[in-house]
């Protein structure tokens, strides 16, 4: 999504833009604390910053054949879940809130993002909470699949994709400020979707640890969650976003976060 303007192939006009690499967690905590002008964040933690922040219409990205999964060293029959001890990464990414909606009162425990396969072959929990999962190496990870999240939600909404993270903008800054970031932003989407290989090298040198989920990743499966979705959000697509929301207030596990506030409606 970035390599575009990283790679200086994006006309940014009279904006200065300064690139910050994080794992989410963190971009999350920095949004919060509204450091960011703009910043990719979970879909899960837009209801805590739409004071704050306005919804790009580009960037969101949907788990696609790459989505959040319980795993386990060993086959564990789904529905002895609620029985378990689920080790996460990350207590605000949209994985969690799937789990949530789906498993009322599971048993989480935090530990660090890069060790959670470790932690689950050590006994330290049941099995985990792994967000970004390929699931082509998934098979050769040596662990077994306990849920798949992203097909679980698909299956109770009708065939909705889950909504994994978005692009957010400083409701703060002037609206001509924001459109310009936002046409800067979709910009260079668009030039990482026609140019995916090198986009996917990029990435692949700059991957955060805590974002490997499994010992193995594919260079050619980064960046399989951007699609033309990711360029423009369009009806169908804002309304599973709308959609995972709702469910997750309804759930009690997140603030209200309708309606859905984006950069050029009026505030």
């Known amino acids: 999504m970035f390599y575009g303007l990283a790679a200086g192939?994006?006309?940014?006009?009279?904006?200065?833009?300064?690139l910050v690499a994080a794992a989410l967690?963190?971009?999350?905590?920095?949004?919060?604390r509204g450091e960011l002008e703009a910043s990719m964040i979970s879909a899960a933690a837009y209801p805590y910053l739409r004071k704050r922040y306005l919804l790009a219409r580009c960037g969101v990205r949907f788990a696609g054949k790459h989505g959040p999964v319980?795993?386990?060293p060993e086959p564990i029959p789904e529905g002895t879940i609620p029985n378990l001890t689920i080790a996460v990464g990350d207590a605000t990414s949209s994985g969690m809130v799937a789990l949530q909606i789906s498993q009322p009162g599971a048993k989480t425990r935090l530990l660090p993002a890069d060790k959670l396969t470790q932690a689950i072959k050590m006994?330290?929990?049941?099995?985990a909470?792994?967000?970004?999962?390929?699931?082509a190496a998934f098979a050769q990870s040596g662990l077994c699949c306990v849920a798949d999240l992203a097909a679980g939600w698909a299956q109770k909404t009708g065939g909705l994709p889950l909504p994994l993270t978005c692009l957010v903008i400083r409701s703060d800054l002037s609206e001509e400020t924001r459109v310009q970031i936002?046409?800067?932003?979709?910009?260079?989407?668009?030039?990482?979707?026609?140019?995916r290989s090198e986009a996917a090298r990029f990435a692949a040198d700059r991957l955060h640890p805590s974002e490997a989920c499994l010992p193995e990743t594919e260079i050619g499966a980064l960046g399989v969650c951007v699609s033309q979705e990711t360029l423009e959000l369009g009806a169908p697509h804002r309304a599973a976003l709308e959609e995972f929301l709702r469910r997750g207030h309804d759930a009690d596990v997140i603030p209200n976060a309708l309606p859905l506030e984006f950069v050029g409606d009026e505030v």
């Open 9 to 18: 192939k994006i006309d940014t006009g009279d904006l200065r833009i300064d």
């Open 25 to 32: 967690p963190a971009l999350n905590d920095r949004a919060h």
């Open 70 to 72: 319980l795993a386990a």
């Open 123 to 127: 006994g330290l929990a049941d099995c």
């Open 129 to 135: 909470l792994l967000t970004h999962v390929n699931r």
């Open 182 to 195: 936002e046409d800067v932003l979709r910009a260079s989407i668009r030039f990482g979707l026609a140019h």
